[in-house]
């Protein structure tokens, strides 16, 4: 297993090749298998194959021909309806219309989809997480007919990999590592730390390409700018109330 998440890699190109019914099952009870608060498992898996379906969900995936080309994709859920109703039929209040059970149900579903990911890659499959899940939720919630108290949080394509990138770059450990109690970081610690990345081929390209002085800007000021952010921030918990997480 050790070797399966040091190996980790982003597949965007997939074979013309289905996923066996067996090996999507046994993906799938991995999930169920991750831990959960209050053992509630409080998220749904949306697996979906259908071409006619995967057309949609491609446009509100920003048009990633990944979606398309993946023969699985499985969109993980917050869900407190199936909980709630549960509750009902049982004569117990539920009180699960609020912002922290819709985070509580988040990490349930984040935690089921690396629990996923992870297996799909121990049978040889490739993953790729999809971050505009949450960038066109709304979108999301009418294609796959998300009823209240259910919202998109995260997509995994998986399919049998038709590349082999090399491994992406990570800071090291004591970038992400604090002992005890968070320690701080001085100018010099930031730039020791972000070195290696700055003087990596590749983003030097990316900075040269997008007519910026340095990587921070490329990342700050053209890929996730302010101005995205606030937009689909709004957008997002918009679509949170109206599932009714929020009042």
């Not at 407190?80 to 922290?100: E, H, M, P, S, V």
């Amino acid at each position: 297993m050790m070797d399966t998440i040091l190996q980790h890699k982003s597949i965007r190109k997939f074979k013309d090749k289905p996923v066996e019914e067996n090996v999507l099952e046994q993906i799938l009870i991995a999930g169920t298998r991750a831990s959960t608060t209050g053992n509630m498992q409080v998220y749904s898996m949306i697996v979906s194959t259908d071409e006619c379906l995967k057309n949609k969900l491609w446009e509100a995936h920003f048009k990633q021909d990944m979606v398309k080309q993946a023969p699985v994709l499985i969109t993980f859920c917050a869900d407190f309806n199936r909980f709630t109703k549960w509750c009902k039929i049982n004569n117990a209040q539920a009180g699960y219309d609020n912002f922290l059970s819709f985070y509580t149900a988040s990490i349930d579903a984040l935690l089921a989809a690396q629990n996923v990911a992870l297996a799909a890659e121990a049978h040889g499959l490739g993953i790729c997480y999809l971050g505009t899940t949450t960038y066109n939720a709304e979108e999301i919630i009418d294609i796959l007919r998300l009823p209240e108290l259910v919202v998109p949080v995260t997509t995994l394509a998986i399919g049998y990999p038709d590349e082999d990138p090399p491994l992406t770059d990570r800071l090291p450990l004591d970038a992400v590592v604090h002992y005890e109690v968070y320690t701080d970081y001085s100018p010099q610690k930031i730039k020791k730390l972000y070195r290696e990345k700055e003087e990596n081929p590749v983003y030097k390209k990316f900075v040269e390409e997008n007519g910026k002085e340095n990587l921070a800007q490329v990342f700050a000021e053209v890929r996730y700018k302010k101005e995205d952010n606030e937009f689909f921030s709004e957008k997002f918990l918009r679509t949170i109330k109206e599932q009714k997480f929020m009042k």
